[in-house]
């Protein structure tokens, strides 16, 4: 299998067919291919969304001799330099790929693995996020675009994450809840060893959850897309969020395929355009976006985003996983409060919620629902578990 290498645009594009030409996702976009020894490279300026059949060979030039090799190679590193450039001057830390390039290099037939401090991630949100490039690479060589995207049209209809939401709030009067099937975290460790998604899933629609979050990250929080699937075909009817850590459009198009209804985008890792052209696909496959974000900045970058109807503010900062939930009143205070409430959009309360009195801190704040995992996983019965934490029944 040819392997395709590409560092021009923040969101990965980590392998194609070995025939680009009939590739879907590049229509519109004008990019050089070559061939160089075993490997593609692409370089593309800039990602559009797919449409149809990229079928338009005259866009793209086979360049074979060694000149125009190397004034690709500088025209790539610009391009990734720029979006390293671009991240910074958003406020964005986490860096989307090992600087130095991944550690397997390849020297004519040989491979080696590099050692140096570039390669080594500087948190456990950047691992994650550079083991999931990865991941999804894999992924991507297995269920091309084009097979997913025939999954997502025959996939069952999406269901309303933000009604429910609303209906739920509006009836009990308190924040709705997104209950998440988690059985892990990297902080936390195990939380729940006799695990079964479907009967905890099912045991947060009786307990009076609006929406459900299913983690599906194997590595780090032993989540899967079977449980996705699982819970979706089960008859559960609360809209699902698909909780992962999206890297790449592709994923949206797989997370609908398995049945999500909604996605998280983490602000920390995305930038912007990123955040803007992934919202445009959600909305064209009908997947509802759950932003998330952290600190004041933020929250002002996606406030600058138009369409952006669901905002999560995440009590746990994901790089040192301390947890504080009067970040969630930070966020909320003053102008920005104002300007969330003038655009109409609904705030989610994230992470670290344990009793009524956290429960009503946050809706004091401003937030209209709450996510919350394992404060509810953890207890023997999750359904009296959503009882304990809003001080009431809420089911009925
Ligand atoms: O288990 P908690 O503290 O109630 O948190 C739930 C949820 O907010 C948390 O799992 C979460 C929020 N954002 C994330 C991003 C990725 C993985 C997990 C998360």
């Not at 999206?246 to 912007?272: C, E, M, N, P, S």
């Not at 974000?293 to 929250?299: A, I, K, P």
Request: include cysteine; charged fraction near 25%.
């Amino acid at each position: 299998m040819q392997e395709l290498i590409c560092a021009t645009s923040s969101v990965s594009f980590n392998s194609l067919p070995s025939s680009p030409v009939n590739h879907t996702f590049y229509d519109n976009t004008r990019f050089t291919f070559r061939f160089l020894r075993n490997k593609h490279i692409a370089s593309f300026p800039c990602m559009r969304a797919q449409q149809s059949e990229a079928t338009d060979g005259s866009a793209i030039n086979i360049a074979s001799d060694d000149s125009k090799v190397d004034a690709l190679d500088i025209k790539e590193s610009k391009v990734k330099n720029s979006q390293i450039d671009i991240a910074a001057t958003q406020g964005i830390k986490i860096r989307r790929r090992p600087p130095t390039g991944p550690p397997l290099h390849h020297v004519g037939p040989f491979e080696f693995r590099l050692q140096n401090e570039g390669n080594t991630p500087r948190n456990i949100l950047e691992e994650i996020v550079w083991n999931k490039d990865t991941e999804v690479a894999q992924m991507r060589e297995k269920k091309p675009l084009g097979s997913l995207k025939k999954a997502t049209d025959i996939a069952a209809p999406p269901r309303d994450f933000i009604g429910a939401l609303k209906a739920s709030s509006e009836k009990t009067g308190m924040p709705a809840l997104i209950a998440e099937v988690k059985k892990a975290s990297p902080s936390r460790g195990v939380l729940r060893e006799d695990f079964d998604p479907v009967e905890i899933a099912k045991a947060y629609e009786k307990g009076g959850a609006a929406c459900l979050s299913v983690l599906t990250d194997a590595k780090y929080f032993q989540g899967s897309f079977e449980n996705l699937e699982a819970i979706r075909n089960a008859g559960v009817k609360c809209p699902l969020l698909c909780k992962e850590f999206i890297v790449d459009a592709w994923q949206l198009y797989y997370a609908r395929a398995k049945g999500a209804d909604a996605v998280l985008l983490i602000a920390a890792i995305l930038q912007d355009l990123d955040i803007k052209y992934m919202t445009k696909i959600c909305k064209m496959i009908g997947l509802t976006v759950l932003v998330e974000v952290h600190d004041e900045n933020e929250m002002d970058r996606v406030l600058e985003i138009d369409g952006i109807q669901l905002i999560g503010i995440n009590n746990r900062n994901l790089e040192t996983f301390e947890v504080d939930i009067s970040n969630t009143k930070k966020l909320l205070e003053g102008e920005r409060g104002e300007k969330i409430r003038q655009k109409g959009i609904i705030v989610v309360g994230e992470s670290g919620l344990f009793t009524p009195a956290d429960v009503a801190y946050v809706q004091e704040a401003g937030v209209k629902a709450i996510l919350v995992g394992e404060s509810l996983v953890k207890l023997e019965d999750p359904t009296k578990g959503i009882a304990l934490l809003f001080g009431k029944d809420i089911s009925e």
